[in-house]
């Protein structure tokens, strides 16, 4: 785990569960474009929030690429769910523009709800082929610039599924600061 604080605002890194954060106001699901429950991180959430998530996000679909929507987190332990539909990798265009939105629109979300912590997963590193090296460095780029515009938001946690990913966002949060 990595942890450091900038502008007062939080950023750290660990290897975790995005579905089991109940220290966080907000997770963020790395979603479908008809944000309903599927594999990887939208299955876990969905399954850990009930069916009663897909029933309100699926009124919301559907999102495109880079954008993001908010919904209640219903059996989750979290305050809400902020969905994104991150790029699939050598299809959506410009992959690194989509993907930095979709962090810069589930910020400006959760600025928007008063979220004051903030968990987001390794968006379209997964299912949709992003490498997880230049998904890092598009992250914690995006993330680094946001920090001075953050408001309500004070703990950004990037969670990462493995131990692998972790050591990757690890050594570019440590070269980006």
């Given at each position: ?5 900038l ?11 995005i ?9 963020v ?19 850990a929030?009930g ?33 994104c ?11 690194a ?34 490498p ?38 690890e ?7």
């Amino acid at each position: 785990m990595s942890r450091h604080e900038l502008a007062g605002v939080t950023v750290e890194a660990l290897r975790g569960d995005i579905a089991d954060q109940p220290d966080v106001d907000a997770i963020v699901n790395a979603a479908n474009a008809e944000l309903m429950p599927g594999g990887g991180v939208a299955g876990a959430i969905h399954r850990a929030a009930g069916p009663d998530l897909a029933a309100e996000s699926g009124a919301l679909a559907p999102i495109s690429p880079g954008e993001a929507v908010i919904t209640g987190a219903h059996d989750l332990p979290n305050r809400t769910v902020i969905h994104c539909l991150g790029p699939v990798y050598g299809r959506d265009e410009p992959a690194a523009e989509l993907l930095a939105s979709c962090y810069v629109n589930a910020l400006r979300l959760a600025e928007e709800a008063g979220v004051r912590s903030i968990a987001f997963p390794a968006i379209s590193a997964g299912a949709f082929g992003y490498p997880i090296d230049e998904a890092a460095r598009v992250v914690v780029d995006t993330v680094l610039a946001a920090v001075p515009q953050l408001d309500s938001v004070r703990h950004i946690r990037l969670v990462l599924y493995s131990d692998s990913d972790l050591a990757v966002f690890e050594h570019v949060l440590e070269e980006r600061l």
